[in-house]
């Protein structure tokens, strides 16, 4: 029998990478300028995180909102990146991708690809990456609540925290040990509300597209050194 996990051992990092547009204003760039150097900086990153043996990476991408009310030349700059480093983000055979968001909200030909991309990366045993493209925390519990409703576990029947966080976007993961928002913005944004109630949160004064392998490094070094309670 295996030994139970450490409250401090990191399986499952989520990272917001914010600052893209305030990057591209910095550097007088359009804000769709920043989006493309901002995530063409992910696959690093995962590559960054399987060096670290992390076993879960979410990536909040586009919020829900961003979606809804983003104008649209900057959205359409936002998919076409999404969809040009897919390829890269599965580079690694073994790695394997989720989407997390709600899919009504994106293009027919990106949730397609996302589709396909989770397909054939469903039997990766190694780190799974959650995109979190049009994600938002209320509507993910609102998914799980209405799944419920027509369910034995429904109103009346056994519900669990547990059995509620299985129907939730992210379910059969461990629950987030640690959020990175970059930036230096210090908001939630309504990402993972249920899953990372007890989670760590690490603040970097870094816009997304300057965010280093020393900054990385730095947000899980100051995780380490920090007494975990998980709400006790």
Request: glycine letters at 8%.
């Amino acid at each position: 029998m295996s030994e139970p996990l450490s409250p401090s051992a990191l399986r499952h990092l989520c990272i917001l990478p914010d600052g893209n547009r305030r990057w591209a204003r910095r550097h007088r760039l359009p804000p769709s300028e920043g989006h493309r150097h901002g995530f063409r900086r992910l696959p690093d990153v995962l590559t960054w995180c399987e060096e670290s043996g992390l076993d879960v990476v979410t990536l909040f991408m586009i919020s829900d909102r961003n979606a809804q009310h983003r104008s649209a030349p900057e959205l359409q700059v936002l998919y076409e990146t999404v969809s040009e480093i897919l390829p890269r983000l599965l580079a690694r055979p073994d790695r394997r991708l989720r989407h997390i968001g709600v899919a009504e909200l994106l293009p027919v030909p990106l949730v397609a690809e996302l589709r396909d991309a989770e397909r054939d990366s469903r039997a990766g045993a190694g780190m799974t990456v959650n995109l979190g493209l049009a994600y938002g925390g209320r509507a993910d519990i609102l998914a799980a609540v209405r799944s419920l409703a027509s369910s034995p576990e429904g109103p009346g029947g056994a519900l669990t925290e547990d059995s509620f966080g299985r129907r939730l976007s992210t379910g059969g993961q461990p629950d987030p040990d640690l959020v990175v928002r970059t930036s230096g913005e210090l908001r939630t944004s309504g990402f993972l509300p249920w899953q990372a109630v007890h989670a760590e949160w690490y603040f970097s004064p870094k816009m997304w597209p300057e965010f280093e392998r020393e900054d990385f490094d730095a947000a899980l070094l100051a995780y380490r050194e920090r007494d975990r309670r998980l709400g006790a």
